[in-house]
């Protein structure tokens, strides 16, 4: 994501006062919501190998730490902090026709232990048809279930997506995608098909590798995913392929990092595919999904799954959630080289239509298969609102 070097809160703030006056003055149709959540943690146990990772620089606490947000660079270590998850969001949109509107959402949170001021969606959208839309500009990443709404906590039950699921570089991309939308056999049907690119300057997930300043690059991408809903079972199905760059800046220069130049040039190939599944019976709930991600040769590929259930009694939502990520190495896709994995129990009570608190107690576990490992275990409490 682009953070706003040249933008001031205050030209921000103006600029949507602007809008919004326009907007009056033009009676033009606009809307506007925003979310936030207050969130509280710290880790009360770490034993076993420090692999320098998160770099000790930064935090100098692991293996008592905990990354709880591999994208933004969020990592909990022994004391309370409200640093790493905390954040909030503003968005609006401006209708200028019943067909034809503009969406954008600023979004408020530390990220690699800096305050930021992001621009997490700006499009245009055209209503084709009642089934067709055109969007074009900037938008969320639609890798996976969660991905859209992600940074909204209020609406899925944990504090955070399961990291080991959701933890990559780039959430964002610039381009433009076309969605359908229909009922088909009494199934509801959404799919979406896009392309674009995104440059993520002074990446958060390469602070956690280093604390110079990082470039990742998604080129050539280009995606697609099918959504199916009926009652109360929900389908999603997702593919995404681009070529990816990474480039170091030291003091002498600038150094590309990924992949190996030499080998593989400016650029090598990646692709992500998910597969989720998700229940809501009654009281039950149900969550799942599973993730396949492909670099080799240049880098490593990865597996990753989370399975969660629970049972609503009242206002409390109790459930249980296991993930893992698998990761291969890059000269042999076959060769398993870590396990990551973590439990995670989860308590929800629901305040009112529009906010709740979450207790959650993780116990996090990353094997080397070398007989070595570490591990954490971390206590988070939110409260999260939507207005």
């Not at 503009?102 to 621009?119: C, N, S, V, Y």
Request: charged share 20%.
């Amino acid at each position: 994501m682009r953070k706003l070097h040249a933008v001031k809160l205050q030209r921000i703030g103006s600029a949507v006062a602007l809008l919004f006056a326009a907007g009056t003055a033009s009676a033009l149709d606009y809307s506007y919501s925003g979310f936030a959540n207050v969130t509280a943690g710290r880790v009360f146990s770490g034993s076993g190998l420090n692999i320098g990772y998160p770099n000790p620089q930064t935090w100098p606490q692991c293996p008592s730490c905990y990354v709880a947000d591999f994208s933004h660079g969020s990592v909990y270590e022994t004391s309370w902090t409200l640093k790493p998850e905390s954040r909030a969001g503003l968005q609006g949109t401006v209708n200028f026709t019943s067909d034809f509107s503009f969406t954008g959402q600023l979004m408020a949170r530390h990220a690699a232990e800096e305050a930021k001021l992001d621009i997490e969606w700006a499009f245009l959208s055209y209503n084709l048809s009642p089934k067709f839309t055109l969007q074009a500009g900037r938008k969320r990443l639609p890798l996976f279930y969660f991905s859209d709404f992600q940074d909204v906590s209020f609406a899925y039950n944990w504090v955070r997506v399961p990291p080991d699921v959701y933890g990559w570089a780039v959430v964002n991309y610039n381009g433009a995608n076309i969605t359908y939308r229909d009922d088909i056999a009494g199934w509801a049907v959404k799919s979406n098909a896009y392309a674009g690119q995104e440059h993520s300057k002074e990446n958060p997930i390469a602070k956690l590798e280093r604390p110079e300043r990082q470039d990742i690059s998604w080129d050539n991408m280009m995606g697609i995913d099918l959504e199916l809903n009926r009652d109360w079972f929900t389908a999603r199905f997702s593919y995404n392929k681009s070529k990816q760059r990474s480039v170091l800046w030291l003091p002498e220069g600038q150094v590309q990092t990924s992949p190996d130049p030499d080998l593989y040039g400016k650029s090598s190939p990646q692709t992500f595919s998910s597969a989720a599944f998700n229940i809501d019976l009654d009281n039950w709930v149900g969550r799942s999904e599973f993730s396949r991600i492909t670099r080799t040769p240049a880098r490593g590929s990865y597996r990753g799954y989370m399975i969660g259930g629970g049972y609503r009694i009242g206002k409390f939502l109790p459930m249980i959630t296991i993930s893992e990520l698998r990761a291969y190495s890059a000269g042999d896709a076959s060769k398993h080289v870590e396990t990551d994995s973590n439990i995670g129990v989860t308590l929800r009570y629901q305040l009112n239509d529009s906010s709740s608190l979450k207790l959650q107690v993780d116990r996090s576990r990353w094997d080397f298969l070398d007989g070595t490992d570490s591990k954490r275990k971390l206590m988070t409490v939110s409260y999260d609102m939507i207005f």
